[in-house]
């Protein structure tokens, strides 16, 4: 059987069992729920997921009622890999001293853009300095979502948000998308990936080495927001396909500071594509879509040349 | 034995399983003490050196969730940098135990000992209780945990030692041994903690038709706290010989007059009851042991024949006066027949309030109850404030 062959097959492979039970309360259209719904599978049942506050802890834990069919726990904004690490550690060493089965339970943080490389970047920092064995999630709606979408340091350059409004004298976002995965890169833990709810094979592969590979692992997830970025909620999944192959948001894994390209594109697709969709870019003039495009441009080429690809 | 010793000690005893903390003067000797014991295998505990205090108590949060018995100190600035994380446990029914060196809030910097730290906190939902020496740090802490950890208690304690006081000075102390220990604290098993065998949401989101029940029962919970807080004292001491009250009072055998201080400094203010009762004055002292939950029943009870408390206060409510005091009024206010209170504020910033100045605070008062009587308004005074 190919490859090809291979592909089509394996959505079958892939558990019907939901650990992030439906009904909760997500926007139509949400890239986030859908990655959190892939991460969850790739994890199964033998995990405990430390929810930073934002958008999936409220649409997910309405008292009384949750969506969540395996230990999960909410308390602060940003000291999601602070509390992993207590949990961590807990079960360490309460199995040292014989005080409960070691049962090899994997610890997860669940955090937005804003939870991650803003207010929640020091507890994580930490965290993976410390080298705790868990693994986090960035899910990178670019923009504080849950609080009416304004400006992070992950929103991209040009965006529109109701920070980083557009005036007379201001075309959006003026700070270039802040480079989370590569800081995480440079506390040299054993995994850091990116991945998109638009290639759900490749993002529970990344879940699933990154719970295994044992040490801090780091997956940045973009997670298409139709309320955010002003597009229809049909179009989440091109919208992910669009970031991936224009080059916006290329998939790669660094294991052990080794790069390796998950999908390569020798010829991106114009970023205008990607953007044309989403009403947050509209007000951009050509020069500004040309700086974006020759920025996307390098910064891939950088990529390419880290994973050795010539 | 040093003060933070003795609350490492307490914590190696108590057997912990996670301990979470970061450096801070002069809480630092304590999280020394325990790296030093999980270096050398004498306490089997994962040790989380982490960035910050915030951190800290997160970690502690985290651990607890996860069922394990958990330690953190800190003082001053780290317990405002903790003070977001501290509603966690309490409301999330955590039984967290932390140690806090009390220590004053810049601006300007200072290190040393006064309980703004401590006052900022007080409306969290923490048991806090107070050591005056370092036995009793050592027996407080032990209690700490036997207190959170039940089941019917569960709410986070914290037990404040004076910085500097209490954390660096050396005193000679009693030490039960590691059987005598475990016969009083029990193996800890939260109800409910994070399993994957047991799934559990904590930490969910209360809208408006929920979150006032959900206070209501944590309110209830936590004056509920008091009895089961006394148990432990009282079987501590069976087994001791070291007994703990509420509200401890001091020579205040038909005492008129009576000075209500917390901390380490009421060793010294007994010196200055000792000398006032040799002239013949009728004066005692009480001291807070528990802070919170306020313990409104002995209180009122220790202070029912007094016709005169002055308070001390080592923080100031700015535009306030001083907390303990006001919250002292308040516990009065209620009652028929109450005595007059007159507040005074010292010991800011590690300031020594040495025997006269509580005998000056005492007689002081007596001129300011005359204004009062004849409705005349009175300031808090500040001791010892050079002009």
Known sequence: ?310 | MEGSFAVAEAVRLANADVIAAYPITPQTHIVERLSEMVADGDLDAEFICVESEHTAMSACVGASAAGARVFTCTAGQGLELMHEVLYIPSSMRLPVVAVIANRALSAPLSVWCDHSDMMAIRDIGWIQMLAENNQQAFDLTLCAYRIAEDNEVLFPTMVHIDGFYLSHVIEDMTLPDDEEVAGFIPEYKHPFALDPDKPVSMGCYGPPFIYPETKKAQEVAFENTIPKILETWREFGDLFGRHYALVEKYRMEHAKIALLTMGSCSETAMLAIDEMRAEGEEVGLIRLRLWRPFPFSEFREAVKDVELLVVLDRCVSFGMGGPVCSEVKSALYDLRKKPNVVGFIGGLGGRDIPIEEFKYMIQSALGKVKAIERGEEIETEMIGIRE
């Open chain 1, 1 to 310: 059987m190919g490859k090809e062959e291979a592909e089509l097959f394996a959505p079958r492979l892939v558990t019907t069992e939901e650990n992030f039970a439906p009904g909760h309360r997500a926007c139509i259209g949400c890239g986030e729920a859908l990655a959190v719904r892939h991460v969850c599978k790739a994890m199964g049942k033998n995990v405990i997921i430390v929810n930073a506050t934002g958008c999936i802890e409220i649409i997910s834990s309405l008292l009384p009622q949750t969506s969540w069919c395996v230990p999960w726990i909410h308390t602060l904004f940003e000291n999601v890999a602070a509390v992993v690490s207590g949990i961590e550690s807990a079960y360490k060493a309460r199995a040292r001293k014989g005080k409960i089965h070691d049962k090899d339970v994997k610890f997860v943080g669940f955090a937005g853009d804003g939870g991650t490389s803003d207010i929640g970047i020091q507890a994580l920092s930490g965290a993976m300095e410390r080298g705790h064995n868990f693994l986090y999630c960035c899910f990178d709606n670019e923009a504080y979502m849950n609080t009416g979408i304004q400006r992070s340091s992950s929103t991209p350059y040009g965006a529109w948000t109701t920070t980083a409004p557009v005036g007379k004298k201001s075309i959006g976002q003026t700070t270039w998308k802040k480079n989370m995965p590569e800081i995480a890169v440079a506390h040299a833990i054993p995994y850091v990936a990116t991945a998109c709810p638009s290639y759900p094979f490749d993002l529970m592969d990344k879940v699933r080495k990154g719970v295994e590979m044992g040490g801090p692992a780091y997956v940045h997830i973009l997670s298409p927001c139709p309320t955010g970025w002003r597009y229809p909620p049909n179009l989440t999944i091109e919208m992910g396909r669009l970031a991936v192959e224009t080059g916006v948001f290329p998939l790669y894994e660094v294991i052990n500071g080794e790069y390796r390209l998950s999908f390569d594109f020798p010829n991106l697709k114009p970023v205008r594509e990607y953007m044309k969709a989403q009403r947050r870019f509209r007000h951009l003039t050509d020069d500004i879509v040309e700086k974006i495009q020759a920025r996307v441009e390098k910064e891939y080429l950088r990529l390419r040349e880290k994973a050795g690809v010539e």
